[in-house]
């Protein structure tokens, strides 16, 4: 007979043996589920309304669950069948080890009647495996309404037209009315055309040499006190203007309209002092005028100051000195 202590020890290391093979095989059993995988989980949803017509918009969501080492392929196309695809969104997220990936498709059906949308087929791929597994949408039947009128329903006549019967007083108001608005359109029409004239008569009569006007525009601008608001480019063109307009309305031609170097063409038969004063004078308003020049305050008030004086001298002269130009 065998020794018990033996027995025992024996029984011992058994019982150890089948602890580390249980150990094994659990081990084992754990990481075959690591390199398995959970199989993946396709789930889709219709969001629509209640009616559906020919370019009504719905939705196609499917959602994908699968472990988080592999990727998703959603499939990208322009039409679905008989269905238009508009818009495609994708989004991805990562919850306790898996990956979530959630397409909508925007679809559009142009067609009407009982339709059905095919199974999609999305790709997932196994970067562990180096494989990929295909998995498929269920197919949706929907239906999509006609515009068209129902011929099942009872068309009805249409109504007779409505006679309108008109009296006496019906033809008369109108005319009247129409004659009162044509009497005020030339009333209307006369007051501003008489207007018009009065507003050029005034100009037709003044008969004062043109000095005269010019001084008068000059001394409306003092009084306009532009220097003192800082006011330089409006007070520089209107001082080139009244210098415009006397030149245009003593010597006949259109100084207003012209340029600075037009205007030096038009007196070349001036006194070479005459021209001299009028260029710089027609230089330095174009340069505050065109150029952005801004002059001290001293250099206004003298430029005023030599129009003034330039204006002036033609109280004494205006007569001789106009018939010389003339003749010239």
Excluded: C
Aim: aromatic letters at 12%.
């Amino acid at each position: 007979m065998i020794d018990k202590n033996i027995k025992a020890k024996l029984l011992k290391i058994h019982s150890s043996s089948y602890v580390k093979i249980a150990a094994l095989l659990l081990l084992l059993s754990i990481s075959q589920v690591r390199l398995t995988g959970i199989d993946p989980v396709l789930e889709q949803e219709i969001t629509k309304p209640d009616e559906l017509y020919i370019g009504t918009p719905f939705y196609l969501k499917v959602k994908i669950i699968t472990d988080q080492d592999k990727e998703v392929y959603h499939p990208v196309k322009d039409t679905i069948d008989v269905f238009s695809v508009t818009d495609i969104r994708k989004e991805t997220a990562l919850e306790t080890e898996k990956l979530i990936s959630k397409v909508t498709y925007k679809l559009a059906p142009f067609e009407t009647g009982d339709l059905r949308i095919p199974p999609l087929t999305f790709e997932i791929f196994d970067r562990t495996q180096n494989d990929i597994i295909t998995v498929r949408t269920l197919p949706v039947d929907i239906f999509v309404n006609s515009v068209l009128a129902d011929t099942s329903l009872v068309i009805k006549d249409i109504k007779a037209p409505f006679r309108l019967r008109l009296g006496f007083w019906d033809y008369v108001v109108p005319l009247v009315i129409l004659a009162f608005l044509t009497l005020l359109i030339f009333l209307f029409w006369k007051k501003i055309f008489k207007k018009k004239e009065l507003s050029e008569t005034p100009e037709e009569l003044d008969t004062r040499p043109a000095y005269q006007k010019a001084l008068e525009l000059l001394e409306k601008l003092r009084q306009q006190r532009l220097l003192e608001k800082g006011d330089y480019l409006e007070y520089y063109f209107q001082l080139s203007y009244i210098l415009r307009y006397f030149l245009e309305r003593n010597y006949r031609f259109n100084a207003v309209e012209m340029t600075s170097s037009e205007i030096k063409e038009q007196i070349r038969d001036f006194t070479t002092r005459e021209r001299e004063e009028l260029g710089k004078f027609l230089i330095e308003t174009d340069l505050v005028k065109f150029a952005k020049y801004v002059p001290y305050v001293n250099n206004a008030l003298e430029k005023t100051k030599w129009l003034e004086d330039y204006l002036k001298s033609f109280a004494r002269s205006l007569p001789e000195d106009t018939n010389q130009r003339e003749e010239k």
